[in-house]
């Protein structure tokens, strides 16, 4: 596609609960980033994928959080049983193997409440 | 301290005034710069990279310091449409972008 797509935009989920979170990056984009903010905060780096290398997962916050990247394309955050700290604004983003010049592209997040 | 640190603002200025960002840096490895824009509640989008030899676009300047590690852009004749926060983001090299918190600049009439 031409940006980078997340879904759902919004998601209501009760403490407890898995959730399930989508990201679709730029076509031909090798590296994929997840963020997280919290309201009022800065990004909080939680995973990234470049191609087929195992992916570095040095920001997710526990074992409740994993990630996969299907395909080196499509991407699913899950987040097992939510806890209220978990709302925050996830994001997606993308860029070449390599950012240069071009930089990181942002999907428009999904923002997730629990409660 | 912080691998990337900035100001938080805000930095609440006229129309038409020249107003000035720094960001400072920890890792003196780090490769690569840029600076971002981010509306409320709006996903971040990139405004320009930052070159060593400091870059213009428009009314917009970003300059490179790498012996003092920071960079700092320049927004000349402020318009009401430059409210956001800008976010200063660092690379070093681990493809792991680093993003600053984030300046807040309030442009008023």
């Known amino acids: 596609g031409a940006g980078v797509s997340q879904s759902p935009s919004n998601k209501v989920t009760e403490k407890g609960k898995d959730v399930e979170l989508r990201c679709d990056p730029i076509s031909g984009h090798t590296a994929l980033y997840w963020y997280r903010q919290s309201l009022g905060q800065g990004l909080e780096f939680l995973i990234y994928f470049q191609g087929n290398s195992a992916p570095d997962k040095s920001g997710l916050p526990s074992d409740r959080f994993s990630a996969e990247r299907t395909g080196g394309s499509v991407s699913t955050l899950t987040i097992q049983r939510t806890q209220q700290e978990d709302s925050a604004v996830y994001l997606c983003a993308s860029s070449p193997g390599q950012a240069g010049e071009r930089g990181y592209t942002f999907g428009s997040g999904t923002r997730l409440t629990v409660v | 301290r912080k691998e990337v640190e900035q100001d938080p603002g805000p930095f609440n200025v006229p129309e038409g005034a020249t107003v000035a960002f720094n960001c400072t840096y920890s890792n003196s490895a780090s490769q690569s710069f840029f600076w971002y824009r981010q509306d409320c509640r709006k996903e971040p989008k990139l405004l320009m990279s930052?070159?060593?030899s400091g870059n213009e676009d428009g009314r917009f300047t970003a300059q490179l310091n790498r012996a003092s590690q920071y960079i700092s852009l320049l927004i000349r004749d402020s318009k009401l449409s430059d409210s956001a926060t800008y976010l200063c983001?660092?690379?070093?090299?681990?493809?792991?972008?680093?993003f600053g918190r984030g300046t807040s600049l309030i442009v008023h009439p």
């Open positions: 930052v070159y060593s």
């Open positions: 983001v660092v690379n070093r090299g681990s493809y792991i972008p680093t």
